[in-house]
């Protein structure tokens, strides 16, 4: 069975740094195109950023492009968030997923990790 867990996610003031962590159990991961997605508060979840398996290829979200950056390393069934310059509308749950299926329907998901960025 394959466990999701995401961490790292905190209150950061605005303009600050935030590293987020997705720990991703079982012997395939390397096989998953892995992503982050987050949802706000009274808002639906929005994609945020992909990696393939290799690592190669990522996507970002327009609103969060050439401030954040998707990463992996498959040694440690690891995937990361490096989120610099942050916004106050950065302000939501954070979740990793995992196995991409279609569009952008994953098989796994973790529980997810609040980030706060206060104004």
């Known amino acids: 069975q394959v466990q999701v867990v995401e961490s790292g996610g905190r209150l950061v003031q605005t303009g600050g740094s935030l590293r987020l962590s997705c720990a991703v159990s079982?012997?395939?991961?390397?096989?998953?195109?892995m992503a982050w997605f987050r949802q706000a508060p009274g808002k639906e979840r929005e994609f945020v950023a992909s990696?393939?398996?290799?690592?190669?290829?990522?996507d970002y979200a327009g609103s969060v492009k050439g401030r954040f950056t998707i990463s992996r390393d498959n040694a440690k069934n690891t995937v990361y968030l490096e989120m610099n310059n942050l916004k106050p509308e950065d302000t939501a749950v954070y979740y990793c997923?995992?196995?991409?299926?279609?569009?952008?329907?994953?098989?796994?998901w973790g529980q997810g990790t609040q980030v706060t960025v206060s104004s």
């Open positions: 079982g012997r395939t991961f390397s096989s998953y195109t």
């Open positions: 997923a995992g196995e991409l299926l279609y569009g952008t329907e994953y098989r796994y």
């Open positions: 990696i393939t398996r290799s690592g190669d290829t990522t």
